[in-house]
């Protein structure tokens, strides 16, 4: 059963339109991240959360922003979509193991498609 | 500059045999490696995690390696199944920061077939 929550998991829009994709853990992480997936590449981390009012950018350069209002909800708006926009987001959160290495639990992704 | 590279890209076999994925990686200072699996379509799910002073691990019919002298880790899957078709990512954390940051390895395509 998943811990983390990602909402839609497709979405197709139009250029121009905003969007906002949302996401939702209820492990009580402090730790919140999303990264950008395209086929075939590597994750690339485009923002993260300490906890509560703390978001940073990563290290891919992303027009999306995030805000951390709660610590279970880490949602991810674009203003105005473009083609460029189109990919897979995943949305994390992490939690220390045993051996204090923080682990990642990821969603299961919201693949946009902008036209 | 830090890297995580993966061998093969992608990688073919029948239901019931043996593979080892590979992983190469230059991330300093190192903190552990985590091998992640990924369904079409789905995130990653953790399979293993290793501290520098450990050199193996194991989850079921996974068995992870790793070398932190030769910075090569390895991902022994034994009696593959169907299942068992997805991508396999390497993640490498440094110690460099608060957050640990992490490197992501482009992964590899495991398919098996009946």
């Known amino acids: 059963e998943a811990d983390i929550y990602q909402t839609p998991r497709y979405l197709v829009i139009g250029t121009g339109k905003k969007i906002t994709l949302e996401c939702s853990q209820t492990?009580?992480?402090?730790?919140m991240y999303w990264y950008q997936q395209d086929p075939g590449m590597e994750l690339h981390l485009i923002h993260y959360?300490?906890?509560?009012?703390?978001?940073e950018k990563g290290d891919l350069s992303s027009e999306s922003t995030v805000s951390r209002i709660r610590t279970e909800h880490f949602p991810l708006t674009l203003e105005s979509a473009r083609p460029s926009h189109t990919s897979q987001y995943l949305c994390?959160?992490?939690?220390?193991?045993?051996?204090?290495?923080?682990?990642?639990?990821f969603g299961a992704g919201s693949r946009l498609t902008v036209l | 500059k830090n890297q995580v590279e993966q061998s093969p890209q992608s990688l073919i076999i029948l239901e019931g045999k043996n593979c080892t994925l590979q992983?190469?990686?230059?991330?300093?200072?190192?903190?552990?490696l985590r091998w992640y699996k990924q369904d079409t379509g789905r995130g990653p799910v953790s399979l293993t995690i290793?501290?520098?002073?450990?050199n193996t691990k194991s989850n079921g019919r996974y068995t992870a390696t790793l070398d932190a002298d030769t910075k090569q880790s390895s991902l022994h899957i034994t009696a593959s199944q169907l299942s068992d078709s997805a991508s396999y990512i390497c993640?490498?954390?440094?110690?460099?920061?608060?957050?640990?940051?992490?490197?992501f390895g482009r992964g590899t395509q495991l398919t098996v077939w009946p």
């Open positions: 994390a959160s992490s939690g220390p193991t045993g051996n204090g290495a923080n682990v990642l639990t």
């Open positions: 492990m009580g992480h402090d730790k």
């Open positions: 959360s300490y906890g509560v009012n703390s978001t």
């Open positions: 992983c190469n990686y230059t991330v300093s200072p190192f903190s552990n």
């Open positions: 290793m501290t520098f002073s450990e």
């Open positions: 993640v490498v954390s440094d110690r460099g920061s608060t957050l640990g940051r992490l490197y």
